[in-house]
């Protein structure tokens, strides 16, 4: 009651004041018109690849790529689409994606458990292990790795790609948990304690129930790095059934059977699950790259 | 209070990351001390690899590449990011609203979320000699005469790729620091403006000696991003053309899978490797000084 009356009696008197201050500043536009035009800069070449993505192959011949399409063509991304069977291509990403982020966070849950909580002798060393293993360029490890497989019979296996990067994303999801985990309040562990609960049991129904934000910004991250990998899936998924969107994309590229509506099709349809993701994704990502910063 | 017992819940993750991660890291280094076509017989040769490494024209042509490359994908981001994370958090969002200041945030981000093939697919389209929208662009508006092939030709190719990988980081610094920016006191701010602190002042003895931390995180994070680039380069020129945007990374893959030259691919990963592990120290004590310095 008294917060809204304070407030009545404040507006008035402050408004009009503020606005005249705005009005004389034409130079807060000036500013804002300069971000507008650097923003159209960026988002440009994703406009004008959606326009041509939907424009008939004769339309773009005529009038150039500047021009809006003046019918809606689909002809170029259907092709496209049944051309490399993308339904197929985006179930491996998705597959691959979804498994490596679940057992990404899980071996990272259990590595922060033994690392923040458990203070493990030598843990700092354990995590300078880890933060090099995040590090470390994927060329040194893809010849072994690619050797190794086809010893295993899991070379062209969406199995392998699946081990390595879950390893490779837990190793990221380890230094970041375990300095979550170094400040997890004693008190709630100690209760645990008190009810007898023992490690396993404290870890599925303490730890990880409160750290439950932080798992999730994991969960996104392993999925979207995951989805967008494309040395080592390039290196390891040779035949056209077990490639994922970004491979798929890259091989066809300088491909002569590729025109120009066609391209930028491609370039569409590879853009689209991005975006969405992004766009489900957006309050944990932001919340995430942030996190990783205050390490 | 010390907890014991917690060993075992390591033991998977150091199987695997001994499985995945070190028993190739240490095989890579073998063989870099061997010459093997992947197949055959591996014969130890020593150091030959490395002294013929540091004779290659090629190897230290793909270093002076990856210099270029830093520029383009760590300070430019970083310093023009820097900017326009302070011009969004403090200018835009205090005289406009935070409504604007995210809107543009999430619009620089964009490029950061699109996977390398498709930003490949979209600048070599963009780029291409015969019908890519630029050189259209030029054309239409009577510049025709400054059209090439960009990503094609030995001259501007590198200068391209550098564009195009601006284009894609700069939205990394921007929400990164616009989220350091929202640890700083507004009360500083005030007290600058109270003193007749103009904009520029505030920006250099304010934001930017606040926000530190980040700027060590982002400067660590993407130089090391640069001495990995690999996608791009596939998806854009393939190194070429005539080795002109050639990498390490690159270099090491074709001696790996095209030539064959195994032991020669391992040494130049493992010259990388020890080169991006000594970095990133030197950059976490930078870091750690840093961040002490503030506390005192």
Redesign the interface.
């Known amino acids: 009651m008294t917060v809204t009356a304070s407030r009545a009696v404040k507006t008035p008197a402050d408004a009009p004041e503020t606005r005249a201050a705005?009005r004389k500043?034409p130079l807060?536009f000036f500013?804002?018109a300069a971000?507008l035009a650097?923003?159209l800069i960026?988002?440009a070449?994703?406009l004008?690849?959606a326009i041509?993505a939907v424009k008939s192959p004769a339309e773009?011949a005529g009038s150039?790529?500047?021009s809006l399409p003046t019918s809606l063509y689909w002809d170029g991304i259907v092709d496209f689409w049944n051309r490399v069977d993308f339904g197929q291509k985006l179930w491996n990403s998705f597959v691959t994606s979804f498994t490596v982020a679940v057992l990404g966070v899980l071996?990272s849950i259990?590595?922060a458990?033994?690392?923040g909580?458990?203070?493990?002798k030598g843990r700092l060393w354990?995590l300078v292990?880890?933060?090099?293993?995040n590090?470390?360029?994927?060329?040194?490890?893809?010849?072994?790795?690619?050797?190794?497989s086809k010893e295993v019979h899991l070379y062209d296996s969406l199995i392998s790609i699946v081990?390595?990067f879950?390893?490779?994303q837990?190793?990221f999801g380890?230094y970041l948990l375990t300095s979550v985990y170094q400040e997890f309040p004693?008190e709630l562990?100690d209760a645990a304690d008190v009810d007898g609960a023992g490690?396993w049991r404290t870890?599925w129904s303490v730890v990880v129930p409160v750290s439950r934000p932080t798992l999730g910004v994991l969960f996104t991250f392993f999925f979207?790095w995951t989805?967008?990998e494309?040395?080592l899936p390039?290196?390891f998924l040779v035949s056209n059934d077990n490639q994922t969107?970004?491979?798929a994309?890259?091989v066809l590229?300088?491909d002569r059977l590729m025109d120009?509506t066609m391209?930028?099709a491609?370039?569409l349809i590879?853009?689209l699950p991005?975006?969405i993701?992004?766009l489900v994704f957006?309050r944990t990502l932001?919340r995430g790259?942030?996190a990783?910063?205050i390490k | 209070m010390r907890r014991k017992g917690y060993g075992v819940f390591l033991i998977p993750g150091v199987l695997a990351s001994v499985l995945v991660i070190v028993v190739p890291l240490v095989m890579t280094v073998w063989t870099s001390f061997t010459k093997w076509n992947g197949v055959g017989e591996q014969r130890w040769i020593g150091f030959d690899n490395y002294t013929r490494l540091f004779e290659d024209t090629l190897f230290w042509s793909s270093f002076s590449n990856i210099l270029l490359l830093i520029l383009a994908m760590a300070v430019v981001p970083t310093l023009l990011g820097l900017f326009l994370a302070a011009v969004l958090f403090d200018y835009v969002g205090k005289k406009f609203s935070n409504r604007w200041a995210s809107f543009f945030r999430s619009g620089f981000y964009l490029p950061q979320i699109i996977p390398v093939a498709v930003t490949g697919i979209l600048w070599g389209w963009i780029l291409h000699p015969d019908y890519g929208a630029l050189n259209m662009i030029l054309d239409k508006i009577g510049l025709g005469g400054l059209a090439t092939n960009w990503l094609g030709e030995p001259g501007s190719a590198l200068y391209s790729v550098m564009g195009i990988m601006i284009w894609v980081q700069l939205g990394y610094p921007i929400v990164m620091f616009m989220a350091g920016l929202q640890r700083v006191d507004p009360e500083l701010y005030e007290a600058a403006d109270l003193d007749g602190a103009t904009w520029w002042q505030r920006f250099t003895r304010i934001t930017v000696y606040l926000i530190r931390p980040e700027f060590y995180v982002v400067l660590v994070t993407t130089t090391i991003a640069a001495l990995k680039i690999f996608g791009p380069i596939f998806v854009l020129t393939g190194g070429g053309p005539s080795n002109a945007t050639l990498v390490p990374s690159y270099f090491a893959y074709k001696n790996f899978f095209e030539k064959a030259q195994v032991g020669y691919g391992s040494a130049i990963s493992t010259v990388l490797t020890v080169l991006i592990v000594v970095l990133a120290f030197v950059f976490l004590r930078l870091q750690n000084r840093a961040e002490n310095g503030r506390v005192r």
């Open positions: 705005r500043n807060r500013i804002l971000l650097l923003l960026v988002i070449p994703l004008i690849i041509n773009y150039g790529p500047l071996l259990l590595n458990y033994a690392l909580i458990g203070r493990v354990f292990f880890f933060l090099v293993a590090l470390l360029p994927q060329e040194v490890l893809v010849y072994p790795l690619y050797f190794l081990i390595i879950t390893v490779i837990a190793a380890t004693t562990l490690k870890l979207i989805w967008n494309f040395f390039l290196v969107v970004p491979v994309l890259g590229q300088g120009a391209t930028s491609s370039g590879g853009i991005a975006l993701f992004f957006q932001t790259i942030t990783g910063a």
